[in-house]
């Protein structure tokens, strides 16, 4: 047998270097055998999964082929899967994830960023017992009555937010809160405008209101939708026009290079010129709002300079606006540093809108915001059948105790630093890693062809990555206009020993990857 294969890559193996020479047809096939062999034994080496005390139940469900036959016929076809043999999920357990035939996972993608103190069936034990105890007493009944639960838990929860924002709207998802924010905002101001970002902008919803805050192509159906959104130049200081490296408030800065001086952020200044010329020419004098996630989350965890949101929110007001933070992702303590992801920003928003790891995958949700806002909405009847239910405002508060209590946020910050400072040396490593950002277990890692061109990594790329975590039992998310950016938002129960199986697996799978386009 003979091959010719051409130079490629350099591997990194072991701390020794093996350089892919032009192999001739006269080489020993002996040879290229055992160097192959080599590489592959090197890369499949899995990292070592840390200890977990828990044993799941037996699956007895229907046999997988079945599962997959009706998943086939009788769901939308709209409803995707991940992976190319799709996960059949079973139990679950803090941070872990089993499979049908018992397979552990670490999961950090929480259920796209929703599991916040504890995974799935077996969930964290405080949330589990308050939910049971309800069950038992009163499982439902519309919030025209009162029950103990619902002003328990929005007191609770208006107790860790800043005056003014003090009156709550529970509702049932993130689409129908910020679906209910833009309504809000456009009673209270008599102006219909908002603005959003464009191009890799944020994820809002997909309701017909929120479909025009939503600048990703993917979601877009060709039917109205979203009228009077306006959208804005995305300040990404990554694969935006401007950016260097002091520009976000990261424990993990751009590689570009930045020619500011001493407090003084040129990218802002720019972006902050388009956004005032969006509001010169695209919009009216008068506007309803603006929104924006903290931290993006389904564009792959975008941060913005520094200064940014606050001055665009002094924009905003100065035309009649209301501003409107979404903590759909970044709430809850996820940032670490700060319980909200706008209190990192030195910001007070006009309305907030909260989802996710609310009810730490239970279907909850909520719009607060001030008492003048609150009482222009209440001139006509507005009602929400399941928003503020027994259960949900149990488990609701019973998240809260559990983040206060096992000092997640605090978790968020520690762990979360400590993951992004090591992706941080992969980036360093690997030519393909062309930015590692975000803060506390809000994480982005984007990936390219070189970090000169920053064009994406090819799509068939990606998902080889994402299948090689996988299969050595890591679940981790995708995101970014072009699929580009692997997002790590995990349960902030994780720990340092599961960071540290997180980065050597996502090490080996880079390693294969090289390895397979390189021949």
């Known amino acids: 047998m003979s091959l010719t294969f051409k130079i490629r890559k350099t591997f990194v193996v072991s701390q020794s270097i093996l350089f892919i020479h032009i192999i001739s047809p006269s080489l020993d096939d002996a040879i290229l055998v055992f160097r192959q062999q080599e590489l592959k034994n090197s890369f499949s080496m899995q990292a070592k999964m840390p200890p977990c005390d828990f044993s799941p139940e037996k699956y007895e469900s229907y046999p997988y082929e079945h599962m997959l036959?009706?998943?086939?016929?009788?769901?939308?076809?709209?409803?995707?899967?991940?992976?190319?043999?799709?996960?059949?999920?079973?139990?679950?357990?803090?941070q872990w994830l089993f499979d049908y035939e018992g397979r552990r996972y670490l999961d950090l993608f929480a259920g796209i960023v929703t599991v916040s103190v504890g995974l799935f069936l077996t969930t964290h034990r405080k949330v589990t017992a308050a939910a049971q105890k309800q069950l038992g007493r009163l499982w439902h009944t519309s919030n025209i009555y009162m029950h103990p639960s619902i002003q328990e838990y929005v007191e609770k929860l208006t107790a860790l937010l800043p005056d003014p924002l003090k009156v709550v709207y529970l509702t049932n998802s993130g689409s129908e809160a910020n679906d209910l924010a833009m309504f809000m905002a456009r009673l209270y101001t008599r102006n219909f405008d908002f603005i959003c970002f464009r191009h890799r902008g944020g994820y809002h919803g997909a309701s017909p209101y929120t479909l025009g805050l939503t600048s990703i192509g993917s979601y877009k159906h060709g039917v109205a939708n979203g009228f009077g959104c306006q959208t804005t130049m995305l300040p990404d200081v990554f694969r935006g026009l401007w950016g260097g490296s002091h520009c976000r408030d990261s424990p993990v800065q751009t590689i570009r290079k930045c020619s500011c001086s001493q407090g003084c952020c040129e990218a802002n200044d720019r972006y902050i010129e388009?956004?005032?010329?969006?509001?010169?020419?695209?919009?009216?004098k008068a506007i309803a709002g603006f929104i924006a996630e903290p931290i993006q989350g389904v564009n792959g965890a975008v941060q913005y300079p520094k200064r940014f949101l606050k001055e665009a929110f002094r924009l905003v007001r100065e035309r009649g606006g209301v501003c409107v933070a979404d903590e759909v992702q970044t709430g809850f303590g996820r940032t670490g540093s700060h319980f909200w992801g706008f209190q990192t920003h030195d910001v007070v928003p006009d309305i907030v809108t909260l989802a996710k790891g609310i009810g730490n995958g239970f279907p909850m949700a909520a719009v607060i915001t001030t008492s003048e806002i609150a009482n222009s909405f209440a001139q006509n009847l507005h009602f929400n059948t399941f928003g503020g239910n027994p259960m949900a405002c149990v488990v609701g508060s019973a998240v809260l105790d559990a983040i206060a209590e096992d000092g997640l946020q605090k978790n968020s910050e520690e762990?979360?630093?400590?993951?992004?400072?090591?992706f941080a040396k992969l980036r360093d490593e690997f030519e393909i890693i062309g930015d590692v950002r975000g803060k506390g277990l809000m994480i982005g890692i984007e990936m390219v062809k070189n970090k000169d061109s920053r064009q994406p990594l090819p799509v068939e790329e990606m998902?080889?990555?994402?299948?090689?975590?996988?299969?050595?039992?890591?679940?981790?998310?995708?995101?970014?206009?072009?699929?580009?950016?692997?997002?790590?938002?995990p349960p902030m129960c994780i720990t340092k020993q599961d960071a540290d199986f997180a980065v050597k697996v996502f090490h080996a799978a880079l390693m294969r990857h090289l390895q397979e386009t390189a021949i």
């Open 274 to 284: 388009q956004f005032n010329d969006t509001l010169s020419t695209c919009v009216p």
């Open 463 to 489: 998902s080889q990555i994402w299948e090689n975590c996988k299969d050595m039992g890591l679940l981790i998310g995708r995101g970014g206009l072009y699929n580009q950016t692997f997002r790590l938002k």
């Open 69 to 94: 036959k009706i998943r086939k016929q009788n769901l939308s076809p709209a409803l995707l899967t991940c992976y190319k043999k799709p996960l059949l999920l079973h139990q679950g357990h803090m």
């Open 415 to 422: 762990v979360g630093t400590y993951m992004l400072l090591e």
